[in-house]
């Protein structure tokens, strides 16, 4: 059976590897990367929770300096599917020790890790580490910054919607907290490398300098932003921001940026709603679209989550080009 | 008697206007004449064809550390770095710990400058009690102990009564208060310049209004109260906006300074989290840049400055959100200054030296920065054509976070003399 499957893969990944050694940002990947992660993938998600072995003899460390729930979970069981040993560490410990995370990274690193997964508070951790480690980092959010996997997964799902390898002509509207939002980071960018027309839409205080740099048009008003939208892509909006005073209640916000039914239906007939989670029901969106809504897209982005992440890991541990990080330890 | 020949130098000394070649003899530590062909014969004689020679660089604002964090620097290091750039006479900040918001401190720092010999540093005490902005260092007593300047620096006086009430009495004591202009509550957590750069690295952004903000606060309160202000590091295009219509104003009591990396880098140096590049104020986007070099052009600025602020390398081995602030500078503002302001075409070499020489020194009433007979023979040499690649790890300091890392800089000090004496030989330090 799961010999089957990896014969599979295996042609559907060609003998093709990708440009990049880590993952740390949507901006390393080339469209050719893209179509190929996206081809992995939709085997991957066909294979479903088959245990294979393309990552056997591999050992993957989860380190979450930022704790998560399901991240954490859908990259452990991703290596785990692959046939990978995986172990997870949280930075805390070493952290409140006063060690840099930069040591504990080469740390971890010494153990002969292939992969190493990092989610931190802070922008740039999974960036800097990346140069002072061996093995490949995958950045599993980062701050405001990114969260590639996210953005590629929120990808698949649209891509998948339209039946089709671009997004061409297709408008995604980005409703909620831009500013804080590493979702948006890549979301941002995978679009646009997708050509596809991004629209964004929250109260300026939500939005971040220059914004509109990457591309991207942006609207202060909902009805407007979501008028013939494709894909309408809410983000979660943190109550402590109305406390910093960015919004000046979640009540306020419901009510002019909330995603409800009536609003949903200012996009196309046959749009689709995304949310990176977690949903605060009735906030962000309202809670009768959230799972069942025949609109909704939430649980499918999970599930191509995974997809999505053994498709990287596969391609980063088992190179068929045999070819190796630059990276010489200083 | 001891006596000193540099002959055959270009002589750059802005303040008595002289831009040729000439002999400088020193006696006694201090200069007896400039001219043509000195014939009379010295203990020493310095042969300076092809170098530039300056009056001793003025650094306003530096960080040396000691005393509390003398693992960053030490007024011997600092003095060091000092000498290995050309510069001999530079202000101390008061951020030391405890702060120098006291005559002990004051004193510590004018005593440990003597014993290690090497530069002229000039404290300056802090505006407010343990610079934290809440009430009024005596500023009398730091006056009389030797304190140059009033600052609280890093720590800007957020509070416009209590920074109307120091300037006034500032200027009851006839003293110079220096502002870092800054607007806490703008700048809300931000680590670098608000722009595209900091939104593509998700990184909190320091809006430049938080310092526009507080410079116009800061010009309108020495307007009404009459007190003499400095303004350190200006960063922004407002900054420079302001000072220029203050000064179209008449206000004669207002001064302004440029760091060196303020008008070379631009925010760009953040790219890939690189935190030798976090500085406070933080490098600029280009229209920024362009503004300040443009007031630079224009006479707007009297002094370029270093901010020397050396860490060690835990603080900036952390993520870009909280390592810490600052770069080095001592050892590169003059090559700085030559390759982005001289060699670009922007000001003459005598304008540069001007702005790192007597128009500082008259910021703080000091009588040095020329090369008049009768002054200090505090005299720099550089080789304006020597060109080299930034490697802190050869730096003096003991700080190696230095924004220039790897940069290609032209010029360098080659003789660098204080009082008379050479202490600094072709990138030795002479003790």
Request: charge should be negative; include cysteine.
């Amino acid at each position: 059976m799961s010999e089957a499957i990896e014969t599979q893969l295996q042609k559907i990944r060609a003998k093709r590897d990708l440009s990049c050694f880590d993952i740390y940002s949507i901006d390393q990947l080339t469209t050719t990367d893209l179509s190929l992660i996206f081809t992995v993938a939709a085997g991957f998600r066909d294979a479903k929770t088959a245990k294979l072995t393309l990552g056997k003899g591999n050992t993957q460390i989860n380190c979450f300096f930022e704790p998560s729930t399901r991240t954490q979970a859908s990259f452990d069981l991703s290596a785990k599917h692959l046939g990978m040993d995986t172990t997870n560490v949280g930075g805390s410990s070493s952290a409140k020790k006063g060690e840099s995370f930069i040591d504990t990274a080469e740390t971890l690193d010494a153990y002969n890790a292939k992969t190493i997964v990092v989610r931190s508070s802070e922008a740039g951790v999974a960036e800097v580490i990346a140069r002072h480690v061996n093995a490949s980092v995958l950045n599993a959010g980062d701050g405001w910054h990114e969260h590639p996997t996210q953005g590629l997964l929120d990808a698949l799902t649209m891509l998948d919607h339209f039946k089709s390898e671009t997004l061409e002509g297709r408008i995604v509207t980005i409703v909620g907290d831009i500013t804080h939002s590493r979702v948006f980071g890549s979301l941002v960018r995978v679009l646009t490398k997708l050509n596809a027309t991004v629209r964004v839409a929250a109260p300026a205080t939500l939005l971040p300098e220059a914004v509109e740099q990457f591309g991207i048009v942006v609207f202060h008003d909902i009805k407007a932003a979501l008028d013939g939208a494709d894909v309408v892509y809410a983000l979660r909006v943190q109550e402590e921001r109305g406390a910093k005073g960015f919004i000046p209640t979640l009540r306020e916000y419901a009510k002019t940026f909330g995603i409800s039914e009536r609003r949903l239906e200012l996009a196309k007939p046959d749009a689709i709603l995304m949310h990176p989670g977690p949903v605060i029901r009735d906030i962000d969106v309202h809670s009768a679209l959230v799972s069942r809504h025949p609109q909704s897209r939430i649980l499918q982005q999970v599930e191509n989550g995974m997809a999505i992440r053994k498709a990287l890991l596969w391609l980063l541990v088992d190179r068929v080009d045999g070819a190796s990080k630059e990276f010489s330890r200083m | 008697m001891s006596s000193l020949l540099i002959e055959n130098g270009h002589v750059v000394d802005p303040k008595n206007k002289r831009d040729e070649i000439l002999d400088i003899l020193v006696v006694d530590g201090v200069i007896k004449q400039v001219a043509k062909d000195i014939s009379e014969s010295a203990d020493t004689t310095i042969d300076a064809s092809g170098l530039t020679v300056t009056p001793g660089l003025i650094d306003l604002q530096v960080h040396f550390r000691e005393p509390g964090r003398e693992d960053r620097e030490t007024i011997e290091t600092g003095s060091r770095a000092a000498l290995k750039g050309g510069v001999t006479t530079a202000v101390a900040m008061p951020n030391s710990t405890p702060a120098a918001d006291n005559q002990s401190v004051i004193e510590f720092v004018l005593k440990r400058a003597r014993e290690v010999g090497l530069i002229n540093i000039l404290p300056a005490g802090a505006t407010t009690r343990g610079q934290g902005g809440e009430m009024l260092s005596e500023m009398w007593e730091l006056k009389q102990s030797g304190a140059v300047a009033l600052t609280d620096d890093g720590f800007d006086v957020q509070d416009p009564g209590l920074l109307r009430r120091a300037m006034e009495y500032a200027k009851t004591h006839d003293m110079l208060v220096m502002s870092h202009c800054e607007t806490d509550a703008l700048t809300d957590g931000g680590v670098m310049h608000e722009g595209w750069v900091s939104t593509q690295l998700g990184l909190p952004g320091t809006p430049d209004v938080s310092e526009d903000l507080a410079v116009a606060k800061n010009i309108m309160l020495a307007q009404k109260t009459g007190a003499r202000l400095h303004l350190l590091h200006n960063s922004t295009r407002g900054a420079v906006d302001a000072i220029t219509a203050a000064k179209a104003a008449g206000s004669k009591n207002i001064t302004a300074e440029v760091s060196v990396q303020h008008f070379a880098l631009t925010d760009e140096e953040c790219v890939g989290y690189n935190t030798d590049a976090k500085m406070y104020p933080p490098l600029r986007s280009q229209e920024h840049l362009d503004a300040i070099i443009t007031a630079i052009k224009e006479g707007t600025i009297e002094a370029l400055t270093t901010d020397h602020a050396p860490h060690i390398e835990p603080d900036k081995l952390l993520p870009f959100e909280y390592a810490a602030m600052g770069s080095v500078g001592l050892e590169t503002s003059f090559a700085v200054m030559y390759t982005y302001l001289v060699k670009s075409g922007h000001i003459s070499l005598a304008d540069g030296i001007a702005l790192m020489t007597h128009k500082p020194a008259g910021i703080i009433r000091s009588d040095r920065g020329t090369l008049s007979e009768g002054a200090p023979a505090d005299i720099s040499l550089f080789d304006t054509t020597e060109e080299w690649t930034v490697d802190p790890t050869t730096f003096e300091s003991k700080g190696k976070n230095c924004v220039f890392n790897g940069k290609q800089l032209t010029g360098k000090a080659k003789y660098v003399m204080v009082g008379g004496q050479i202490k600094m030989k072709d990138g030795d330090i002479l003790l």
